[in-house]
T-cell receptor, first 114, second 114 residues
Framework: GENVEQHPSTLSVQEGDSAVIKCTYSDSASNYFPWYKQELGKRPQLIIDIRSNVGEKKDQRIAVTLNKTAKHFSLHITETQPEDSAVYFCAASKTNQAGTALIFGKGTTLSVSS | GAGVSQSPRYKVAKRGQDVALRCDPISGHVSLFWYQQALGQGPEFLTYFQNEAQLDKSGLPSDRFFAERPEGSVSTLKIQRTQQEDSAVYLC????????????FGPGTRLTVL
């Protein structure tokens, strides 16, 4: 089955710096890669996703890149702000049919200090 | 519009008790997922429903776990004879019938088994 590895497990940056979180996946058939942000005690919230037919996607300060050959994808946050502090999860799934489960990484705790 | 809701938000059970956790998905969403999130970990898939049909229950950890969605909307996850290792946050997610797998999560139920 699919396995998703996520690094680093913790990341501390200064406000205004960039943050990068990396994930690798094992199943070459996976074709959908979302990123979720989870604040303490709250629900996971989708912040950006990418499909396998695209190499990069950007939404304001957040971008995701995908390398299908190497089977890895990354989240880039620029100009970090204290409110970006949270746990970030990457995930992978196969969407050849609706209802495929997401396989999550173990998460990265991002701390942005002002 | 209303998002995914779950109840109760917190549940404390004595070891050996049965518990029932409820999920109200977004209206009209065909797909419904249950995940288990242990402390400091990413969500792990438990089971999936397409309308009222349980199409995948490969993630249920034991036969003490049972889920149903009899009318294709509200779902209940039942855990019989709870054990301490069942302590976790149980997340429900729903998804519309689309080719890609965007899932919307509820706030979760935090189960503590004493």
């Amino acid at each position: 089955g699919e396995n998703v590895e996520q690094h680093p497990s913790t990341l501390s940056v200064q406000e205004g710096d960039s943050a990068v979180i990396k994930c690798t996946y094992s199943d070459s058939a996976s074709n959908y890669f979302p990123w979720y942000k989870q604040e303490l005690g709250k629900r996971p919230q989708l912040i950006i996703d990418i499909r396998s037919n695209v190499g990069e996607k950007k939404d304001q300060r957040i971008a995701v890149t995908l390398n299908k050959t190497a089977k890895h994808f990354s989240l880039h946050i620029t100009e970090t702000q204290p409110e970006d502090s949270a746990v970030y999860f990457c995930a992978a799934s196969k969407t050849n049919q609706a209802g495929t489960a997401l396989i999550f990484g173990k998460g990265t705790t991002l701390s942005v200090s002002s | 519009g209303a998002g995914v809701s779950q109840s109760p938000r917190y549940k404390v059970a004595k070891r050996g008790q049965d518990v029932a956790l409820r999920c109200d998905p977004i209206s009209g969403h065909v797909s419904l997922f249950w995940y288990q999130q242990a402390l400091g970990q990413g969500p792990e898939f438990l089971t999936y429903f397409q309308n009222e049909a349980q199409l995948d229950k490969s993630g249920l950890p034991s036969d003490r776990f049972f889920a149903e969605r009899p009318e294709g909307s509200v779902s209940t996850l039942k855990i019989q004879r709870t054990q301490q290792e069942d302590s976790a946050v149980y997340l429900c997610a729903s998804s519309p019938w689309t080719a890609y797998n965007e899932q919307f999560f509820g706030p979760g139920t935090r189960l503590t088994v004493l």
